[in-house]
């Protein structure tokens, strides 16, 4: 059975940190990404990685900020997130596909290319 399990949301103020976790198992996939959904809002891309760590993409709002990064002996991705506002505020999902993508393609972006997903932690950063 596959399964992705996020941990390490929370509430912290404007300027602060936090990491996210993704544990993954019962596959192995090529490419992980984080995506965002604030209320009211579709959800967003945030970053994604390749397996074997030559691919990373970022959406504009996070770079610089954000750094995405996965272990592949625990088979776990995370998502560093750093000098925090309140518009990060939203939950994230981790999400993951056995596919691989360049990373100037548009699909590595899309949620729809992302065939397995956890359920979501709750990021929420005061101002």
């Known amino acids: 059975q596959v399964q992705l399990v996020e941990s390490g949301g929370g509430l912290v103020q404007a300027g602060g940190s936090l990491r996210l976790s993704c544990a993954t198992s019962?596959?192995?996939?090529?490419?992980y990404a984080w995506f965002r959904q604030a209320p009211g809002k579709e959800r967003e891309f945030v970053a994604a990685?390749?397996?074997?760590?030559?691919?990373?993409v970022y959406t504009d709002s996070v770079k610089g900020r954000f750094t995405i990064s996965r272990d592949n002996a625990k088979n776990t991705v995370y998502l560093q997130m750093n000098s925090l506002k309140p518009e990060d505020t939203a939950v994230y999902y981790c999400a993951a596909t056995p596919f691989s993508y360049s990373a100037y393609s548009l699909m590595i972006r899309a949620p729809s290319r992302y065939d397995y997903w956890g359920q979501g932690t709750q990021v929420t950063v005061s101002s």
């Open positions: 019962g596959r192995t996939f090529n490419t």
């Open positions: 990685a390749s397996r074997t760590g030559g691919i990373t």
